[in-house]
């Protein structure tokens, strides 16, 4: 078990600019979370997967944000047009599949709008 | 609707004193519970959690949580604090597919 994996952890970008982040979860864990958390607050639920497929995604994931697992295995977190609103810890967390299981969570990236 | 309140957003205690953190929760669906503790500059990590088998649930570093479903707490605490619990605590409710975080308690340990 070699934990959640995120990459990068920093990011420092210009406004306008798009980024991506990677996610590579437990390696048996089916279900792949992505949260972000900005100072002072706990994290926010963005998005998740079950497999391959995007199952929920919340009202703070706007249309400029998009993510995907293609082989249900690692995932990406896309922004486009970054806004120095967007700066943040983006999250990512994995499990084995019900809502009762342990979420482990990765390090982080963390992101920064200039 | 889920929420999760965490009563004080910093704490602190002396060195071998109670540590006793709050936290009430709002769920429409039976509760899962947890708390995680954040390090600085590290990822979260769980302490403990609840999943309706035991009320008091006992987690790793001495830390246990108490669910009281009438009072809609499931409060941390630990006897006797070491330095080394200094950190950012999360209370966490489940139940319905995601995570719903409290703002957090900085717990700060005095020598």
């Known amino acids: 078990d070699t934990g959640v994996s995120q990459n990068p952890r920093h990011k420092i970008t210009k406004r306008g600019q798009n980024v991506t982040f990677r996610c590579d979860p437990i390696?048996?864990?089916?279900?792949l979370y992505w949260y972000r958390q900005t100072l002072g607050q706990g994290p926010e639920f963005l998005t998740y997967?079950?497999?391959?497929?995007?199952?929920?995604k919340s009202r703070l994931l706007s249309d400029r944000f998009s993510a995907e697992r293609p082989k249900g295995s690692f995932s990406t977190l896309e922004i486009q047009r970054t806004e120095q609103g967007d700066s943040a810890m983006y999250l990512c967390?994995?499990?084995?599949?019900?809502?009762?299981?342990?979420?482990?969570f990765g390090p982080g990236t963390r992101l920064l709008v200039l | 609707a889920q929420s999760v309140t965490q009563l004080g957003s910093h704490v602190s205690v002396s060195e071998g004193a109670l540590v006793l953190l709050r936290c009430n929760y709002s769920?429409?669906?039976?509760?899962?519970l947890f708390w995680y503790v954040q390090y600085p500059n590290q990822g979260l990590q769980l302490l403990l959690k609840?999943?309706?088998?035991?009320?008091l649930v006992k987690g790793i570093n001495g830390f246990e949580a108490e669910f009281k479903k009438s009072e809609t707490s499931f409060h941390l605490t630990k006897p006797s604090a070491h330095m080394s619990d200094a950190a950012e605590y999360f209370c966490?409710?489940?139940?319905?597919?995601?995570?719903?975080f409290g703002t957090g308690t900085r717990l700060t340990i005095i020598p």
């Open positions: 967390a994995s499990s084995l599949g019900t809502s009762s299981e342990t979420q482990y």
């Open positions: 390696s048996e864990h089916n279900r």
């Open positions: 997967f079950q497999n391959e497929a995007q199952l929920e």
């Open positions: 769920s429409s669906v039976p509760p899962y």
């Open positions: 609840y999943t309706s088998a035991a009320t």
């Open positions: 966490v409710l489940g139940g319905n597919e995601k995570l719903t």
